[in-house]
């Protein structure tokens, strides 16, 4: 079955670095393309950002450009999310989501990031 089991997370003060994982089983990861989606404590999902399924072309919310870089690993079957620069705003449950035909199918759990001094 899919899985998506997200790692990576922890408490960082601002100004930090976190990679977040995302380690894909189940499927064809090299397929499909692939989403960061983040949920701030008492908001929405947020989509961060969108690789293609050769990771040529990525794509960031405004948040994100210039401190964030999703990646993947074909032969790992991971998806990464460097982020760097980090700000009290990124405080959320990361998760990764897997495309298909446009929208999110399957899900991680979420890995938490916190941001804070």
């Known amino acids: 079955q899919v899985q998506l089991v997200e790692s990576g997370g922890g408490s960082v003060q601002p100004g930090g670095s976190l990679r977040l994982s995302c380690a894909a089983s189940?499927?064809?990861?090299?397929?499909?393309?692939m989403y960061w989606v983040r949920q701030a404590p008492g908001k929405g999902l947020e989509w961060v950002s969108t690789i293609n399924s050769g990771g040529q072309n990525t794509y960031y919310a405004d948040f994100g450009k210039g401190r964030f870089t999703i990646s993947r690993d074909p032969a790992k079957n991971t998806l990464y999310l460097q982020m760097n620069n980090l700000k009290p705003d990124d405080t959320a449950l990361y998760y990764c989501?897997?495309?298909?035909?446009?929208?999110?199918?399957?899900w991680g759990q979420g890995t938490q990031v916190t941001v804070s001094s």
């Open positions: 989501a897997r495309d298909y035909s446009g929208g999110a199918d399957f």
């Open positions: 189940g499927f064809t990861f090299n397929n499909h393309w």
